[in-house]
C-alpha cells in the first residue's frame, strides 16, 4: 500500500495521528528548550499541543458522527458543494465561511471549558 493511498484510506483520522505524534515527540522539544520540564506537565507549551490534540478529537468525531446520522449530506458536502459555493455571491461566500468559522471555534472554546 502506497501512502498516498493510505492517506486517501485514513483521511479523517489523519489530523488525529498526526497531532498524537506531534504530542509525543514534543517532550524532547520541551526538555530542549527547559531542561526542568516535565515530560507531560501542564505548562504553557504543553497545554497548546494538547489542544490541538482536543481540536483534532473534536473536528474528526464530529465529521464522523456527522456522516453517521446523515450520509447523504456527508456526500454533497464531499462532491458538489463546491461547484455551488463556486455560484455564490461574495456576501454569501463570506456568510457561509465566517458560519463554518464560528462553529469550528465555538465548538473548540466549548470541548475546553467542558474538559477544563
Same mark, same amino acid.
Given at each position: ?17 498526526? %497531532? ?6 514534543? !517532550? ?17 507549551? !504543553? ?25 447523504? !449530506? ?8 463546491? %461547484? ?7 456576501? !454569501? ?18 470541548? %475546553?471549558?467542558?474538559?477544563?
Amino acid at each position: 500500500m502506497t501512502p498516498k493511498t493510505l492517506i486517501k484510506k485514513v483521511k479523517e483520522y489523519s489530523a488525529i495521528i498526526v %497531532n498524537l505524534l506531534l504530542f509525543f515527540a514534543a !517532550q524532547y522539544v520541551l526538555r530542549w528548550i527547559d531542561p526542568t520540564a516535565g515530560t507531560y506537565d501542564a505548562g504553557v507549551l !504543553q497545554s497548546i499541543n494538547l489542544s490541538l490534540v482536543k481540536a483534532a478529537v473534536c473536528f474528526t468525531c464530529g465529521w464522523l458522527a456527522f456522516g453517521a446520522f446523515w450520509p447523504d !449530506q456527508k456526500t454533497y458536502l464531499k462532491h458538489f458543494f463546491s %461547484n455551488e459555493f463556486k455560484s455564490l455571491t461574495p456576501w !454569501q461566500k463570506t456568510l457561509v465561511s465566517c458560519s463554518l468559522l464560528l462553529f469550528y471555534v465555538g465548538s473548540i472554546v466549548l470541548l %475546553n471549558l467542558a474538559s477544563a
